[in-house]
T-cell receptor, first 113, second 114 residues
Framework: QQQVRQSPQSLTVWEGETAILNCSYE??????FPWYWQFPRESPALLIA?????NKKEDGRFTIFFNKREKKLSLHITDSQPGDSATYFC????????????FGTGTTVSVSP | EAAVTQSPRSKVAVTGGKVTLSCHQT?????MYWYRQDTGHGLRLIHY???????EKGDIPDGYKASRPSQENFSLILELASLSQTAVYFC?????????????FGPGTRLTVL
């Protein structure tokens, strides 16, 4: 059972457009939601994270919108740049399991100049 | 910034052979994790540890053992490697202490089992 789901699987946008990546989760006890990005042949790196006490978290061109009632969140990338081309993973963790991360299957974003 | 290193960076193993993947971190983190990444599956947790000489099973522990001989070192052992264990393996560390904290990932080990 996939506890964290992402859509779409891939996404292509033009430079300057806004990319919207979606994520949903099953477990209502999850209390930390980081987004990681990963470039080819590299390891995942933390991009931005949110906790359910907030419904929005912004860091430059990257914004997380969080809907606790619907168990959904989204990552918005505004003014997309070619350097943003990467695979983005939504993840979640709770107090159990050593706070290990449960990852979604990722969204591959391609930004065309 | 946390430093997590892994060795080897890539390995080719034969079916039925023993494989040991090593991870070393230098930032005094208590928590360490082993994940595997397969195309289309994101990352999945194999084992984790929050203290030396103790390990815990993750979501997909079958076919894997883990060892945490010290705070800095965490190994993943495949006693009898199988074709299905071909994947990229990532080690991560975190300084939790009951709080939310970033996990820092190592560069990964690309394992091919033939």
């Amino acid at each position: 059972q996939q506890q964290v789901r992402q859509s779409p699987q891939s996404l292509t946008v033009w430079e300057g457009e806004t990319a919207i990546l979606n994520c949903s989760y099953e477990d209502s006890t999850f209390d930390y939601f980081p987004w990681y990005w990963q470039f080819p042949r590299e390891s995942p790196a933390l991009l931005i994270a949110i906790r359910p006490v907030s419904n929005k978290k912004e860091d430059g061109r990257f914004t997380i919108f969080f809907n606790k009632r619907e168990k959904k969140l989204s990552l918005h990338i505004t003014d997309s740049q070619p350097g943003d081309s990467a695979t983005y993973f939504c993840a979640a963790s709770g107090r159990q399991g050593g706070r290990a991360l449960i990852f979604g299957t990722g969204t591959t974003v391609s930004v065309s100049p | 910034e946390a430093a997590v290193t892994q060795s080897p960076r890539s390995k080719v193993a034969v079916t039925g052979g023993k494989v040991t993947l090593s991870c070393h971190q230098t930032n005094n983190h208590d928590y360490m994790y082993w994940y595997r990444q397969d195309t289309g599956h994101g990352l999945r947790l194999i084992h984790y540890s929050y203290v030396a000489d103790s390990t815990e099973k993750g979501d997909i522990p079958d076919g894997y053992k883990a060892s945490r001989p010290s705070q800095e070192n965490f190994s993943l052992i495949l006693e009898l490697a199988s074709l299905s264990q071909t994947a990229v393996y990532f080690c991560a560390s975190s300084d939790l202490g009951g709080r939310y904290a970033e996990q820092f990932f190592g560069p990964g080990t690309r394992l091919t089992v033939l």
